[in-house]
């Protein structure tokens, strides 16, 4: 069945550095891809998405790219806040309504 | 607009009492869905409802009822809660199939002890 598998946290960064973290997914067809944030205490929300191969989704300094000869869809960041500091989550919805979400990443940002 | 709210916000239970998580939403949306969340595992999917009258199990439905009488409310009852039932418990809506992203609501700690 369908499936994301994303890097494992935590990620600690210092405040400015480079983010990238790995989402790779297993899916027939051609499913959409999400990335959605979860501050402390909250529910998760929506960063960005792609729908289609070679799409690239971006939101408030971030960006992924849907890449269907690799199958992934990795978040980056060129410049991370410490207010960035949330747990991240890859998700895919190959058709119909299941969404499948990948394990979260925490990332903690330090000043 | 209230978008998704739930009820209540943190709750603790004994082992064997059984309560209903309130999950209701204003936007119209005819697919709703429950999930819980624990360390390390991401969301897990628990009953979905793809309108009023429809529901359906997800990956972890044992111990769990749903209905979805209305477009609105669609509430998650525990029969006998279980130590292994304690998590976040998300709501969550989508206006559609494919490419439209999900709305949650705030989220319900429960603990039972």
């Known amino acids: 069945g369908d499936s994301v598998t994303q890097m494992e946290g935590p990620v600690t960064l210092s405040e400015e550095a480079f983010l990238t973290i790995n989402c790779t997914y297993t899916?027939?067809?051609?499913?959409?891809l999400f990335w959605y944030v979860q501050y402390p205490g909250e529910g998760l929300q929506l960063l960005l998405k792609?729908?289609?191969?070679?799409d690239k989704g971006s939101n408030k300094g971030f960006e992924a790219t849907y890449r269907k000869e690799t199958t992934s869809f990795h978040l980056e960041k060129g410049s991370v806040q410490v207010s960035d500091s949330a747990v991240y989550f890859c998700?895919?919805?190959?058709?119909?309504?299941?969404?499948?979400f990948g394990a979260g990443t925490r990332l903690f940002v330090k000043a | 607009n209230a978008g998704v709210t739930q009820t209540p916000k943190f709750q603790v239970l004994k082992t064997g009492q059984s309560m209903t998580l309130q999950c209701a939403q204003d936007m119209n949306h005819e697919y709703m869905s429950w999930y819980r969340q624990d360390p390390g595992m991401g969301l897990r999917l628990i009953h979905y409802?793809?309108?009023?009258?429809?529901?359906d199990q997800g990956e972890v439905p044992n111990g769990y009822n749903v209905s979805r009488s209305t477009t609105e409310d669609f509430p998650l009852r525990l029969l006998s809660a279980a130590p292994s039932q304690t998590s976040v418990y998300f709501c969550?809506?989508?206006?559609?199939?494919?490419?439209?992203?999900?709305?949650f609501g705030p989220g319900t700690r429960l603990t039972v002890t």
């Open positions: 899916a027939t067809g051609y499913p959409s």
């Open positions: 409802s793809v309108g009023a009258g429809i529901t």
């Open positions: 969550a809506t989508l206006p559609g199939e494919g490419v439209y992203e999900q709305y």
């Open positions: 998700a895919l919805r190959g058709g119909g309504f299941k969404t499948i």
């Open positions: 792609a729908t289609k191969a070679d």
